[in-house]
Structures are given as C-alpha cells and as structure tokens.
C-alpha cells in the first residue's frame, strides 16, 4: 500500500496500520485567485478584484476585503446586482493557467501524492465578503429568505466551479472552506445555521461525492454544536477542529464517520516555546491517535521554519512514545 493509497484510505473510514503525514503526501491547489482575485505569492499591499466583484488587498499572511468597499448592500436585491457569476462567467475563468501554475510546480506529484483542492469562501463566508460582516448578520436574522435564496444559487455556483475543476484534473479531495465560528462561539444559533446552512451543505456534499471525491469541510473556530448535523450531511472530513472543540466527544462519537485532521490549538502554536508546543501536541495525540480516524496537522499558515520543525518533532516524539508510527 503507498502512503497515497493509505491517506484515501482513511478519508474513507477505512482503518490502516500507521498515520501517514498527509502534508507530505499531498499536493495543494488553491483556489484563491478565483475567490480572492490573487494567489499567495502575488504582490502585497496590492487590490485584486474576484470572480464576484468583491475587491481584496493581500497583506501580512493573507487578504481580506477592502474594507468598506462592499459589493452588495442588500440582500434581497442579490440578483438585480448580479453578483453571483453566471455559468458563461465561470467557464470563461482561466482554468488551465492556474492549474498550470500548480501542476508545472517542482513539488507537484500527480502520481503519489493526492490532488486536494482548497475551494474557499463558502455560503457564509461569501455573504459576508460581498456585504461585510455587520450586514451580513444582520441579513441572517432579518431577511433569511432572501439568504436562502442565495444560498440556492451558491449551490449552483460551486457546482459549476467543480465542473470546470473535475474536467481538467484528478480531484481526490475538495476542501470546502466556510467558518462557522470564531474563538469562543460560533457566529449564529444551530438553528439558525439549520435552517439556513445545512441543506445547500448537504447538497454541494452529495454532488462532490456523486463524481468520485471526498469532501472535506475547513471551518474555523468552535462549531461543536453542529458537528453531528456536519456528519448527517454527509462531510466526510473535517479540518482544523481546533482545540478550543470538544475534541474527546467529538472524537469518540463521530470517527467512524468524520475523519479529523488536526485537532490540536493552532491559534496558539505561531507564540508556544518548545514547552508549550510539546503540551498541544501530547494533548491531540492522547485524545485523537487511537482513533484511527485522524490526521496531525502540520499546516500552520505562516509558521516560521523552525517552528514547523519543532511541532513535526514533538508530534513523532509523541506518536512513537505512544507506540504509533507516522510517515
């Protein structure tokens, strides 16, 4: 079995003997200049203007809206201002230029490693991007209709987005990225986020898997309240899950459907000395290891050199004091 093999493996439920280091088996393709208008590595400091219209500075570790600069001011009115691209916009994107920039890369192995794709600004993420974050609260409590008439239609967007991607190249793995919660909550009721976010998830889920690929859902913050409605849709995978998550529950109830990746308190790992860093990870691995149902995260967005090295250390201290072997 090849640690390609073993990574879809267990994206898949299925149990292996050993925990393969997904990072290193794995070749990234971001999606960002399609939602963000500009990739990593483009100029800092600079204005980039998306697929939708939303226009993005990329400084520091990434790019957020320019703020105040909102591309849609009421939500009821989403289609007059049309601001979800069209089927005709989407295909006319420069698909084979960008996969290019990721597949002609000297790191890319089509071969052995798996193809993830990060496919951000989900549902929510993108109501608030193109209305900013106060408005598009205030949407949620006073015009969901009008947001889940949106929502129908990001459908239809991520689909055709998938389309293009899946025609073009091997996708084993979407990473779907919508946060749902911030450090301490998450940023509407269960509720809310049933009534307005759980069908257009399960939809987008079932139509991934319908052409042969994983789904796997990125949500910041604290989304516990929700993860069985996660797996009910049908997620198979779930990443960061950071910390701050009832991890131990989470892990004993779910990991015969949800695969983890992560699990461990990310937001603190850029500031932890070598004593701190050994306590995080001592933490995810005694409540996550034995599960069989979990990746170590080691992509840690603008982690310095010598911290990534620290934290892959402690984690196969970890695991091999534990009796685990991770390559």
Request: proline content about 5%; aromatic content about 10%; hydrophobic content about 40%.
């Amino acid at each position: 079995m090849t640690d390609r093999e073993a990574c879809m493996k267990l994206y898949r439920h299925e149990k292996i003997d050993y925990i393969p280091n997904l990072d290193a088996h794995s070749n990234l393709l971001f999606m960002d200049p399609l939602e963000h208008g500009c990739g990593f590595f483009d100029k800092r400091n600079e204005i980039y203007t998306d697929i939708f219209g939303v226009k993005w500075i990329l400084h520091g570790e990434g790019s957020i809206p320019v703020p105040g600069e909102y591309r849609l001011k009421d939500i009821t009115r989403f289609r007059e201002e049309k601001v979800i691209p069209t089927d005709e916009q989407i295909d006319a994107f420069a698909w084979d230029e960008l996969i290019a920039g990721f597949t002609h890369s000297p790191m890319w192995d089509g071969e052995n490693k798996i193809n993830r794709v990060l496919l951000p600004a989900g549902f929510f993420e993108r109501l608030h991007h193109l209305m900013g974050m106060e408005e598009a609260m205030i949407a949620l409590i006073e015009e969901p209709e009008a947001v889940a008439e949106f929502n129908k239609e990001m459908v239809r967007y991520k689909k055709r987005v998938l389309d293009n991607l899946c025609s073009r190249i091997r996708v084993d793995v979407l990473m779907f990225m919508d946060d749902y919660g911030n450090g301490k909550n998450m940023f509407m009721s269960r509720d809310m986020w049933l009534e307005l976010y759980f069908e257009p998830l399960k939809e987008i889920v079932a139509y991934t898997k319908s052409k042969g690929v994983v789904f796997e859902l990125h949500s910041d913050g604290y989304i516990t309240p929700i993860v069985g409605d996660i797996v009910e849709a049908g997620v198979d995978a779930t990443n960061p899950m950071e910390g701050i998550n009832d991890i131990k529950m989470i892990a004993e109830k779910y990991s015969d459907r949800l695969l983890i990746i992560g699990g461990q308190l990310g937001t603190q790992i850029p500031y932890a000395g070598e004593k701190r860093m050994r306590e995080i990870v001592k933490t995810a691995c005694a409540q996550l290891a034995h599960t069989g149902a979990w990746f170590p995260d080691f992509f840690v967005p603008g982690l310095a050199p010598e911290k990534i090295k620290l934290l892959v250390g402690c984690y196969m201290e970890e695991l091999g004091r534990l009796g685990y072997q991770c390559r």
